[in-house]
T-cell receptor, first 114, second 115 residues
Framework: DSGVTQTPKHLITATGQRVTLRCSPR?????VYWYQQSLDQGLQFLIQ???????AKGNILERFSAQQFPDLHSELNLSSLELGDSALYFC?????????????FGPGTRLTVL | AQKITQTQPGMFVQEKEAVTLDCTYD???????LFWYKQPSSGEMIFLIY??????QNATEGRYSLNFQKARKSANLVISASQLGDSAMYFC????????????FGQGTRLTINP
């Protein structure tokens, strides 16, 4: 158990819908990262937050948004869902977001868009 | 841009044998970090081992060691005395020291340990 929690574990929804994925980092970790794992794209970085502020952005679609709240939990919002958004979404956390920090991953949320 | 290449899509090894999973990387940075993660069939990503580009010693964590050859830009994972529970996908990843701290992953190697 990494100490990073993600809910829900599974999510099945229809095209055009909007969903929210939730992540709680390990106790004491200030930095949260979101990754998407799909069969065709592999593991891709989406976005990083550090202590409530956006720090880095990857190939995150405009239909996707995220935020980190004062209690440091983070949410990833996916809207206007398409079939291609079906993937495993991971949240990871690290202590300070420094380059030598290890990122510990949550169990993931498996999103299926029908 | 950074790139990680894992050339072995799948590997089959007998239990108790040692196994080496290959990883080569491409970066123009002088400082970077290299990581290995394990993803069992249950789906979670488990951190295994870390190597800094300026670390002089190869990293070791229990049965895992990282064979780091900086000039060849390779960071192979060695698992000694493999166990059935080692069957999983293994991902090599790297991260820059300067700039964005995102992890860049390879495509992974599926390791199967046979009894």
């Amino acid at each position: 158990d990494s100490g990073v929690t993600q809910t829900p574990k599974h999510l099945i929804t229809a095209t055009g819908q909007r969903v929210t994925l939730r992540c709680s980092p390990r106790s004491g970790d200030l930095s949260v990262y979101w990754y998407q794992q799909s069969l065709d794209q592999g593991l891709q970085f989406l976005i990083q937050y550090y202590n409530g502020e956006e720090r880095a952005k990857g190939n995150i679609l405009e239909r996707f948004s995220a935020q980190q709240f004062p209690d440091l939990h983070s949410e990833l919002n996916l809207s206007s869902l398409e079939l291609g958004d079906s993937a495993l979404y991971f949240c990871a956390s690290s202590v300070e977001g420094a380059p030598t920090d290890t990122q510990y991953f949550g169990p993931g949320t498996r999103l299926t868009v029908l | 841009a950074q790139k990680i290449t894992q050339t072995q899509p799948g590997m089959f090894v007998q239990e108790k044998e040692a196994v080496t999973l290959d990883c080569t990387y491409d970066t123009s940075d002088q400082s970077y970090g290299l990581f290995w993660y394990k993803q069992p069939s249950s789906g979670e990503m488990i951190f295994l081992i870390y190597q800094g580009s300026y670390d002089e010693q190869n990293a070791t964590e229990g049965r895992y060691s990282l064979n780091f050859q900086k000039a060849r830009k390779s960071a192979n994972l060695v698992i000694s005395a493999s166990q059935l529970g080692d069957s999983a996908m293994y991902f090599c990843a790297m991260r820059r020291v300067q700039g964005a701290q995102k992890l860049v992953f390879g495509q992974g190697t599926r390791l199967t340990i046979n009894p």
